[in-house]
């Protein structure tokens, strides 16, 4: 089979690293993003030469078509951007909310509505959305990252009944012991989440790059949301 060019928005670091490398590891061409052009340059330098690093800020909508505009025909694509973000109803940041909703959900939508022309109609092209297992599980500052997870969902639907025969579909991480944004807090921070994990272990990032393989190359799979947290919510 011909080699295939897989979009990875946010693979310069975490889940979204871990997945372009995934892809050029399986024969495929990879082309990442993150904001900074020089930073997603060096790290797709550091992926080989089937690895391409461009810049792209999807807090901005507006700006997007314009900096996707270099990229040719599309295979598949991973949209795993991410700002960190705490919020509570009580003590409510208008201008955080809007701008964690603008870049997950405006922006998503925005990157698959510019690339719907490179987007090859096949069902051999798959698209993975990111979302979290916050949507249905929350916790305390989890207002807005618990609303976007859900309305993932809802894009997930929605753009896999417009788009076919291209197939839509979502993960749903739920606490990734080893990614970078946990990985890097005190001792003890995960104590509680491992144990309710059934078997006491957290799942890994490779957990996710495998979930994101399947949803990307299975041409059986369109419209559906899958946990990967280890069984989590049945606990
Ligand atoms: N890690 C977990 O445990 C976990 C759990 C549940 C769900 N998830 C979901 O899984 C996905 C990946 O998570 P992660 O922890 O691997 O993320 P991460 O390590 O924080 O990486 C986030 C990525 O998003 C990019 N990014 C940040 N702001 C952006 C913006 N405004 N526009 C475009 N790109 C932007 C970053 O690039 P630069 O910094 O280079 O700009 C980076 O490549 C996310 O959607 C997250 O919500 C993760």
């Given at each position: 089979?011909?080699?295939?060019?897989?979009?990875?928005?946010?693979?310069t670091?975490?889940?979204?690293?871990?997945?372009a490398?995934?892809?050029v590891?399986?024969?495929?061409?990879v082309?990442?993003?993150?904001?900074?052009?020089?930073?997603?340059?060096?790290?797709?330098a550091?992926i080989g030469d089937?690895?391409?690093?461009?810049?792209l800020?999807?807090?901005?909508p507006e700006?997007?078509a314009a900096?996707l505009?270099?990229?040719?025909t599309?295979?598949?694509l991973v949209?795993?951007a991410?700002?960190?973000?705490?919020?509570t109803?009580?003590d409510?940041?208008?201008?955080?909310?809007?701008?964690l909703?603008?870049?997950?959900?405006?922006?998503?939508?925005?990157?698959?509505?510019?690339l719907?022309?490179?987007?090859d109609?096949s069902?051999d092209?798959?698209?993975?959305l990111?979302?979290?297992?916050?949507?249905?599980?929350?916790y305390?500052?989890?207002?807005?990252v618990?609303?976007i997870?859900?309305?993932?969902?809802?894009?997930?639907?929605?753009m896999?009944?417009?788009?076919?025969?291209i197939?839509?579909?979502?993960?749903h991480?739920?606490?990734?012991g080893?990614?970078?944004?946990?990985a890097?807090?005190?001792?003890?921070?995960?104590?509680g989440?491992e144990?309710r994990t059934?078997?006491?272990?957290l799942?890994?990032?490779?957990?996710?790059v495998?979930?994101?393989?399947?949803l990307?190359?299975?041409r059986?799979?369109?419209g559906?949301?899958?946990a990967?947290?280890?069984?989590?919510?049945?606990t």
């Open positions: 089979m011909s080699e295939k060019t897989i979009v990875v928005i946010g693979g670091s975490g889940i979204g690293f871990e997945i490398k995934d892809v590891a399986h024969g495929d061409r082309v990442l993003t993150g904001r900074d052009a020089t930073k997603a340059r060096e790290v797709a550091s089937s690895a391409t690093g461009i810049a800020d999807i807090s901005e700006g997007i900096q505009a270099g990229i040719g599309v295979n598949g949209l795993a991410i700002e960190r973000d705490a919020n109803v009580r409510y940041n208008i201008a955080r909310a809007t701008r909703v603008t870049l997950k959900l405006v922006g998503y939508t925005e990157v698959v509505h510019t719907l022309d490179r987007l109609p069902p092209t798959g698209i993975v990111f979302g979290g297992r916050a949507k249905d599980l929350p305390p500052g989890s207002v807005t618990s609303t997870n859900g309305g993932v969902e809802g894009l997930t639907v929605a896999a009944l417009e788009l076919a025969p197939r839509v579909n979502a993960l991480p739920g606490i990734i080893d990614s970078p944004f946990w890097g807090k005190p001792v003890g921070v995960l104590t989440y144990a059934p078997g006491g272990t799942a890994t990032m490779q957990d996710v495998d979930a994101a393989r399947f990307l190359d299975n059986g799979m369109s559906t949301s899958i990967v947290d280890r069984g989590w919510r049945i």
